[in-house]
């Protein structure tokens, strides 16, 4: 797993994370939404390649709102290229790692698509909210406490 602020990236790792996710968000949900929506910059990224040097699985976390005071970070633009080996899960528990250890985070909180409440609560998120269309997916709101 490689850990780094958007300032550490490499123009082939930020290139590379966005193509990732373009594959998975765009072209396979075929969701035509504006990825680039100036959160990156202020973000963790957390994202591991595959043998072919493609990033196999990324998210990013931030504080919620840009503000640290409220001890709520977010993680979000969870992708993985690679379905069923396991990379989400190892990606998202480093997220989660990452949003206690080094933020220092009370709450964690999410979107998650509908289909994927399963595999979030693997990780302690409780689903707190009513299902919501986002991008035309359904979505609802997830959060786990820490602390």
Request: glycine letters at 8%.
């Amino acid at each position: 797993m490689i850990v780094k602020h958007f300032n550490e990236l490499s123009t082939s790792e930020l290139y590379e994370r966005l193509k990732t996710r373009f594959e998975i968000f765009v072209t396979e949900q075929e969701c035509i939404y504006q990825d680039m929506d100036d959160k990156d910059q202020d973000a963790i990224h957390v994202f591991c390649y595959n043998d072919s040097r493609r990033v196999a699985g990324c998210l990013r976390v931030f504080w919620k709102d840009h503000d640290e005071a409220s001890g709520v970070a977010q993680i979000g633009r969870v992708v993985t290229l690679e379905h069923g080996k396991g990379i989400g899960g190892q990606i998202l528990h480093e997220g989660v790692r990452v949003a206690i250890e080094r933020l220092k985070a009370k709450k964690i909180y999410l979107e998650a698509q509908e289909y994927a409440i399963g595999y979030y609560a693997k990780e302690g998120f409780e689903v707190v909210s009513e299902p919501f269309m986002e991008d035309g997916i359904p979505h609802v709101k997830m959060e786990r406490i820490h602390g």
